[in-house]
């Protein structure tokens, strides 16, 4: 049993706001109408796992703990800190990989050695990185700074 208090209007908001009928709902998460109805009308407590699911149907939510704070709204799909990717965007994301790999792949073979290990961007929130200016001291550069 859920300790998790889901409340009816909640729920009702958002299976009309994911376009679903009551039918559609119950055939959705395989349950009867009559079901859908008394989660609504707070004649029965809505289950967590049916409250989820349908969060994630709607797109209000992804499954799996990867995707907190993600959501889909309309075509796109919203990062936790508000940026958006349709699928044009992801399309051309994945076409500037495939390039990077395969010049990668093709100035291995041209100068028969690996190009240099690409090293990982760094966090800026949790190291500090030294920086040095134009006469030659270093300064920590900080997240602050870098934004």
Known sequence: MSRRYI?????????RFSGMTRNQ???ALDVTRRTI??????GARI???????LRILSGSALPGADWEGWTVQGQRLISPNGYWF?????ENFQIVYSMARLWREEYTRSHRRPVAKVLPFPDLQKSSIAVSDDEGSTQPLTGGAAR
């Open 7 to 15: 409340d009816p209007q909640d729920f009702r908001d958002l299976r």
């Open 25 to 27: 709902a119950a055939a």
């Open 37 to 42: 109805q008394n989660w609504e009308t707070g």
């Open 47 to 53: 289950p967590w796992m049916a409250y989820r699911m």
């Open 86 to 90: 349709d699928a044009a965007y992801l």
